[in-house]
């Protein structure tokens, strides 16, 4: 799954550069800029446990490069807080990823734009925090150490901005969905499936620097 992930990261960026050097007519811009906002997460487990989402937080750098009109490329260096929270606040677990989503970017537009975001993400789970446990001896299995710290999916979303001279202000909201799970999911585990699910609302500045 790393490798077809690899392979359509490739392949969008060669595309949109091979398309940019065929168009003359259009000048490349690029952006670096920095986001962030608030993330509502959960865990797709199954068998089933019940939750509400986990509120938490997210921010990061942005690189964006329009290589023609209407279309362009977008990579990003967040901070992602997600996990999930049971109902009934008996149990809530958050945990904190590295994540790199590579974006196909589209907008519709000049000064004011709508935007379209969709493509990969990867990440690494570089932390993990009980923030609440109503009963410390628990041994349900979704309450024990995460056993697999890579995380891959996709991504996708949409907003607006405005730009201002060099200057771009963004709102952006966002569906995220892993098709790793958090946990082993061999025939002799407890869990089919263990998928981080979290959507995201986002503030951001960019800079046209070329």
Wanted: glycine share 8%; hydrophobic share 40%.
């Amino acid at each position: 799954m790393n490798k077809i992930i690899a392979v359509i990261c490739t392949s969008l960026l060669f595309l949109t550069n091979h398309t940019a050097a065929q168009n003359n007519k259009f000048a490349g811009e690029t952006y670096f800029g920095i986001n962030g906002g608030a993330t509502g997460s959960m865990v797709y487990f199954r068998p089933t446990v019940d939750q509400n989402y986990l509120l938490a937080y997210h921010g990061g750098l942005v690189f964006r490069y329009i290589s023609e009109k209407n279309l362009g490329v977008q990579a990003e260096l967040n901070y992602v807080q997600k996990g999930w929270q049971e109902i009934n606040n008996t149990y809530a677990k958050r945990l904190d990823y590295i994540e790199l989503p590579f974006l196909t970017h589209l907008y519709f537009g000049n000064k004011t734009q709508f935007i379209f975001n969709i493509g990969p993400k990867i990440g690494y789970l570089i932390g993990e925090q009980e923030l609440f446990n109503a009963d410390p001896l628990s041994t349900a299995a979704q309450h024990q150490t995460i056993q697999n710290k890579f995380d891959y999916g996709f991504a996708a979303g949409i907003g607006f901005l405005f730009k201002i001279n060099k200057q771009v202000y963004q709102l952006d909201s966002r569906a995220n969905f892993s098709i790793s799970d958090i946990f082993s999911n061999e025939r002799r585990d407890y869990f089919d499936n263990s998928n981080n699910i979290y959507v995201s609302v986002s503030l951001a500045w960019l800079y046209r620097v070329k």
